[in-house]
């Protein structure tokens, strides 16, 4: 587990789990520019160290620009090595997340879901379709 603090704002939290052939990245609390970048550098080196299925778990996460932030970010590494991403958004924000990502270019490459196992599924259909 990761825990970022700062005097005002609050925490941000972020552990990894498994769930299949993914990794899953649960997001907690306000995310701020040092915690979108700290997740980012997370997400590449998982993916560096081999996991090419990641889903970020922002559901209890805010605000949604910050965790896109972090996604883009992360994006040169993860399209390098062919990395599939999925992303839960935070809750209420799916509309601030999907406008989001396609202001930064990921729309169409970041599967957006409502839950983790619903993430892990459209991973998996996914690669039976390969």
Do not use: K, W, Y
Not at 23 to 33: I, L, P, S
Request: net charge negative.
């Amino acid at each position: 587990m990761v825990r970022l603090e700062d005097g005002n704002a609050g925490a941000i939290e972020f552990t990894t789990s498994r769930a299949g052939d993914s990794a899953v990245v649960t997001v907690v609390g306000a995310v701020d520019r040092a915690g979108a970048l700290t997740l980012a550098t997370h997400l590449a080196e998982l993916v560096s160290s081999g996991s090419d299925r990641l889903v970020v778990d922002a559901a209890g996460a805010h605000p949604a620009a910050r965790i896109a932030e972090a996604l883009s970010t992360a994006s040169l590494v993860l399209e390098t090595n062919g990395a599939r991403l999925a992303l839960i958004p935070p809750q209420r924000e799916l509309l601030s997340a999907s406008v989001m990502l396609t202001a930064t270019g990921m729309g169409g490459r970041v599967g957006v879901f409502d839950s983790v196992a619903d993430a892990t599924r459209g991973a998996n259909a996914t690669d039976a379709g390969h």
